[in-house]
């Protein structure tokens, strides 16, 4: 019997619960190993001589193939199996993590770089189908959060730790043994994965065709919804430690500190906010107002309060705008990908999130590079602020009225072409 079928109510088994830690670990290291290029660029630039535009190549080639891939991954998830995708591409991004150690021209970082893109790749749509597949919609608050408590902890740990590693270690060190100790992950993932769900292999269960899952009005939602929680993650990864050091005056130090607090602090929101969106659901709630109240609400949040810190203030001000920026976007990402889920059911899981992931994750290139842009115009960073202010809360109403009822998609077969249509 398959494990998404527990009893109401009931907790998860510790076979389940192990999955779940796994899980969030991977995510964890997916976010080291996706931003330890950011926070190594200022030795990384001058130890190569790289120009500017090299480095800015370096930093965005990551997204080239992440992005790009996304759909191919949700697509390869769905047809086969979705536990030793996953491990193949964790083997192939941390292998890529430990050779960007040993690079020594631009060339060499550039392919590792991309190496990482398409390793991570399958990282997204993988969780969301090992999700689908084993836990009831009950627990996907709790197992969506603690994934995204992976998230919001890489960057921490980069800020935080990652500037300190490095700057006594060195940089290459620190790629290389991050590399070879995630490696260590595989060992427990191959031996405790869940079991394969033979029974929803996609060519008998009847996975949508492309072209009929482009007409869901629910899926240009989640991915616009999506988009603009990205916008505000990245925006955050890639520019808050420069705002803080040049446009605020601190110290290197105090900026590890608050960044590495702020993304503490996220972790636990994240948490709690899934395991609160089960209860909620638990207790009679439906889907619908569970889901978008923390994903839309939330989003809402970060906008207001990240885009508070623009304002001239004490930085007292600013710090806690900026910490109640990043507890209000956890309470965002910990329900994203419990809509998707519940949304695309398993036989379409990988498909729909590896669609949503590739415009979602388009946030990557467009953040860093306007608020850059903004930056040389103005001179300031209050523009970038007020835009992502915006885009947060274009993302809310995405999240509440672009996106329809959270409860499964009816994916049926055509009768004469075998294509297959589905409704909302």
Known sequence: MPTATLTRRKGLSGALTLVLVLLGISVFINYVD??????????????????????????????????????FAGWLVDRMNVNLVFAGGFLLWSAATAATGLAHTFVAVLVLRLVLGAGE????????????????????????????????????????????????FGWRSFFVVLGLVSLLWLVPWLKWMPKPQASLR????????????????????????????????????TWL?????????????????????????????????????????????????????????????????????????????CVAALVLG???????????????????????????TGFQNFLGNFAGVTAPALTGFVLDRTGHFYWAFAILTAVAWTGTAAWFFLVGRVEPVSWRKQPRAGMVTAAL
């Open 34 to 71: 996706r931003g330890n290029l950011s926070i190594a660029a200022p030795l990384l630039k001058g130890e190569l001589n790289l120009s500017p535009s090299q480095l800015g190549i370096l930093l965005s080639a990551f997204f080239w193939t992440y992005a790009g891939l996304l759909p």
């Open 121 to 168: 790749s399958v990282a997204y749509p993988s969780c969301s189908k090992i999700i689908a597949l084993n836990f009831p919609e009950e627990h996907r608050g709790l197992a969506n959060a603690v994934i995204a408590s992976g998230l919001v902890l890489g960057p921490g740990f980069g800020m935080l730790l990652g500037g300190m590693l490095m700057a006594r």
């Open 202 to 237: 996609p060519d008998l269960a009847g996975a949508p065709s492309l072209p009929e899952f482009l007409k869901l009005r629910s899926a240009w939602g989640t991915s616009v919804g999506l988009f603009c929680c990205n916008y505000v993650n990245y925006f955050l990864i």
């Open 241 to 317: 430690p420069y705002y803080l050091v040049r446009e605020r005056h601190f110290s290197m130090d105090n900026m590890a500190k608050i960044g590495g607090t702020a993304y503490l602090l996220g972790a636990c929101c994240a948490t709690l906010a899934g395991w609160v969106s089960d209860r909620w659901i638990q207790s009679g709630a439906t889907p619908t107002r569970v889901r978008k109240t923390f994903t839309g609400g939330g989003l809402a949040l970060a906008g207001a309060f990240v885009g508070l810190a623009a304002v001239n203030g004490p930085d007292l001000l």
């Open 326 to 352: 990043v507890m209000s976007f956890a309470l965002s990402a910990s329900n994203i990908w419990a809509i998707t889920q519940t949304l695309a059911g398993p036989q379409a899981a990988g498909r729909w």
